[in-house]
C-alpha cells in the first residue's frame, strides 16, 4: 500500500510540473527591453497557474508561454505572455510560428511554446533536457516500486 501512495504522489508531483508553465510577460511598447533582443533581466517571470482567467474564455487555463512579434506602419512591437489557447509551434514544432499579413503595412508572427519554463524568451528551444532526464528518472522510480 506505501508503494502505490509514493507512486501516486510522485505522479502527482510530475502532472503539476508539467501543467505549471512559467513565462515572461512583458510588452515592448511598455519596456523596451521586451523586444528582440529579449533582456529579461528587469523581468520577473510569470507563473502561468497565477494567471488570471480570463472573462470571455471561462474555465480555460494557460498552458503555455506566447510571444507575438507585429509591425504596424513600419514600428516592431513585442507581446510575451501566457497562452491560453492553440497548440505550440505550427503542427506541434516550436521551432516554427505562425505568419500573417494584412493591409496597411501590418505583418504578425505568433509563437507558442511549451517546451521549458521562459520558452517565450529571445530563442524558442526545442527542448530542457534536464527535465526530460528527471521525468524519465521518475518514471523509472515508480515502475520500479510498483513491481515489488
Not at 61 to 87: D, L, N
Not at 109 to 114: I, K, S
Not at 116 to 145: E, M, P, Q, Y
Amino acid at each position: 500500500m506505501e508503494k502505490c501512495v509514493l507512486a501516486a504522489v510522485m505522479l502527482c508531483c510530475v502532472l503539476q510540473t508539467t501543467y505549471a508553465i512559467k513565462c515572461w510577460d512583458c510588452r515592448s511598447d511598455n519596456d523596451p527591453k521586451c523586444g528582440d533582443p529579449f533582456d529579461n533581466s528587469t523581468l520577473a517571470i510569470t507563473d502561468c497557474h497565477q494567471a488570471p482567467e480570463l472573462e470571455h474564455l471561462k474555465g480555460v487555463r494557460p498552458t503555455m508561454c506566447r510571444k507575438i512579434r507585429q509591425k504596424v506602419h513600419g514600428e516592431w512591437r513585442y507581446f510575451r505572455s501566457c497562452a491560453y489557447m492553440g497548440e505550440p509551434g505550427i503542427e506541434g514544432d516550436e521551432r516554427f510560428c505562425l505568419m500573417r499579413t494584412g493591409s496597411y503595412n501590418i505583418f504578425m508572427e505568433y509563437c507558442t511554446c511549451n517546451s521549458k519554463d521562459g520558452c517565450n524568451g529571445a530563442a524558442l528551444k526545442r527542448s530542457n533536457w534536464l527535465s526530460v532526464c528527471l521525468g524519465t528518472f521518475a518514471v523509472g522510480l515508480i515502475a520500479h516500486f510498483l513491481r515489488q
